[in-house]
């Protein structure tokens, strides 16, 4: 194909705010272009490689079974409110209405829609299991969109959805999928992860993401340095070691700590390690006032909470002090009803130090009766030293509420954890009857009972993939294709068009390698020379072959992109090079 | 591929709601599935034909240079609100916002988009020509969808734009689209025709249309029995015979004609032809008030009308007595600066009737003083007789706003026009510069000059074309598809699955047909041979291999789903038969 009939609008010099490298060269390279915030056009080279990785899912998920087609990209709201997404999604959701006041949203997934289809064309487990899937834009309202393909408004996603009557027919499609997914970004040329993943706000038991390492990630992977074990930092759990306390337990005493601002203080003043001393949120989890305990040192992981109360919504609550109300007897009158969860570290905790209002909420919500608290004085600007939550508070619920921290001993009790920034281009879940519950959707099973269908969902972004890849592959003088995502596979550069032997011979290797099955990009532009080396660079790629002053002895330069190496072969071998080059690269 | 593992919901009823055959059939068949009023579902049966439909425009589009992109679908309103659409297509636009309060459209077309894309990326004519395609779904808010994929919401369309800096250069594009546009909808194999077109709405000067003759189609196509004369009634002409009349001009007279409620009545009592009245339609043209004149027999073409004022908008305006103010001395105040116009038919009468209020407004516009009209009086429930408009009103201006009608004359004089009903499945314009003018998209030419980009649009209606094949090609079985797009080219069929020769066998061809590169579907489901036979005919893939009793002496029944045609075959003859049957149908 000849450049000069392509639009493909390189520029020297970086774009204004463009941050990611990604950005930076796919916009200088010409590929993308920004029409509004987070919402890009896919010029035709940026076409050309999404089709090709089209191609590669096509084909790999075809070979699952997995058959495609497509859903409208408008929703009705009605879905989303049986399923609860249309309040728990957020502003992130766009939303209309058509001309007869129907609300609808821009889907940004589609389990709802499929589900309502299967709902209407499947009734018995005679006609499962079945795996559709789609490519198809994707609609989600950023706040800040950035990093370009990265995070956008507007994106090419995969979704496939599969349903089945048993949990072996979904382990079996997910175990298919997880493999397809392998393959896929293997042939795609990707650099990747393959971590447990956060379920949380899809629903469902088990999930797994592939994550792209990458320093403008978004995401924290965490792996451990002497096992297999990966995961998001949002899932990422530890080994507990409680260390077992030689101390003697103290009684309960009240202390005064009005001018203690944080954990820091209280430790300081009381001369202990931050790590006795309780930290207490009061969160709004669906509405339900929760308060979660964890020690001192820790970080709460929200999404471990979240998903610990299969909620829709989390939120900070104001403290306490605020949600109480302390009543003219100096006592504080709680919201009924509030639950109280605690962090695994602080099972063994001996010996610790809690705030008064945290103290009164547990004693509330425990039922119990302790010595030395006194829930009729005012506790605001107090603690309690001696706090020891196994003899204190033996019926106490405890979880993994917190965040691992890098050095922490991997779950599998091999190796520590380790932290690296990664771009999520793929995620598998296990739904189960997440949707088909809450949407009706039930079939007839071997017995002849209704039952819920069981759901998984697959996940690729596509369009994420071109930033993915560049993050990991390009150079500062421009991007490098992998060869099986390129947006062609040979760049012919006659470098001087008007040169008639330059322009025969390049029109010539280009109609032969596009006979052999390549598809090639013919420099036809009379620019000069330096223009035309600096866009090929840019454009990155993986062959190009440069015509010179040596046809006139019939030899060329073959160069690779990737190493920058270059060969000079005879035209009558250039084939043969270019087989060997295409193989290897 | 099997077909358990594909959802195909067939149905053994006609589906509620369905008028259309192909919006039935196509549901039937479980090719699609309605999700909200006017948004469907492709399933996996309908989007291999639109698979099949896009390889065919693509292979044809890249042989012309064009080149593939794709364009966000969320477009900024005020790319439209600079060119005036905003505002002119009304409640059919998908309007919403994002969360900082940004308006947006879905699109319906590109046409701004894409130019708003040209003028940030290309300022010299040295990269003109460009032509860019995307594949898309389009979005269209209709007030009443219908016929399933005819009429629809959400649609797949192909929209293509070239770019050209000279009007030759446009030109050949267009020209070599046309030819595109051409083989795509043979090798499709659809019945269709290239009609002159409406440009209307796009803008630009030239257009045509390609229409796919149907019962159930929304637009008439007008052509010539004589001649290759053919256009949709929007636009078709016909060839004016003004006959000369031999009659006495007579001098304008006031008659009463107070019970008068139409054109029949004022005939009848003036004992005239209806020929021989005038209609006077006064219209609202982009807030101009406009008078038409035709002649009594006519009807008005608001189409030609439109795009004579080359206007955004146009509708009926209250009547002329309505609109102007009847003064206590009996005169009639009208509006100032009403335009006049009348159609060619008009320009040649001799002693036509005219109502007075008409007459008034044309006395106004033209600035004529005319014996016998008095102004003065009210003109209401009177017409003038005696009305020779080439005499009373020399500077009229006219043009062509009818209708045609059946039976006229051919404006290439050969044939007399007939009507007949098509589905529009192609369009494509020359957009000139209507474009880059409003969103000052120009380019330096040859001489350093800054001109406006020029501009042709070029669309497929892809989802629609499975409507327009089937309303051509199913029938009382179900669907019948054309090779080229068929889901598969072969359907292989054994009567009893549990059979092992049957299932054995069928396996065997499906795999060796397979191999030579037909794609084939295997019944593998255990259902009844009724049950499969009504399946196989309603899906309507070409060729269906049947596999029962005489496996044992190795024989299948091939059977054309076209003509019902069936052959009986020696398996070892099976390649060779299902070879010639492909190439021959």
Redo the contacts between chains.
Sequence with gaps: ??Q????I?TQKQDPAGAEALSHKLLLRA?FI?Q??AG??????L???V??RIKTIIREELDRT?A??????????AEFWKKSGRYAAYG??L???K??HD?D?I?GPTHEE?VT???K???SSY??LP?N?YQIQ?K?R?E?RPRYGLLRS??FMMLDSYSFAASDEDLDQTYRAMRQAFTKIFDRIGLDYQSIIGDSGSMGGSDSMEFSAPAAVGEDTIVYSDNSEYAANLEMATNLVMNKKSHAEPQSLQVVATANCKNVADVAALLEVSTDQIIKSLLYDVDGQLVLVLLRGSQTVNENKLQNFFNADRLQLADAIETKGQVLQDGTLALPSKMVVVADEYVHGMVNGVIGAPAMAVIVNSQGAKLPNVDLTTDPIGKHYTGFNPSRDFPDLQYGDFRMVNEGDISPDGSGVLHFTKGIEVGHIFKLGTRYSTSLDATILDENGRQQPVIMGCYGIGVSRLLSAVTEQQADENGLIWPRSIAPFDVHVLPINIKDEKQRTLAEQITTNLENDGLEVLLDDR?ERAGVKFADADLIGIPIRITLGKKVAEDIVEVKIRKTGETIETRVDDLKNTIDILAKNI
């Design positions: 194909m000849r000069s009939k392509i639009l609008p010409g272009r029409i509004s919402n890009y056009a896919y010029l035709p940026a076409y050309r999404l089709a079974d058959t495609e087609m497509l859903l409208p990209t408008m929703i009705p502003p992130e766009f939303r209309l058509n001309r129907t609808f821009l829609t309502e289809l299967i209407a064309t499947v005679k006609k079945l559709i834009s609609y309202d706040d408004r507007e009379k």
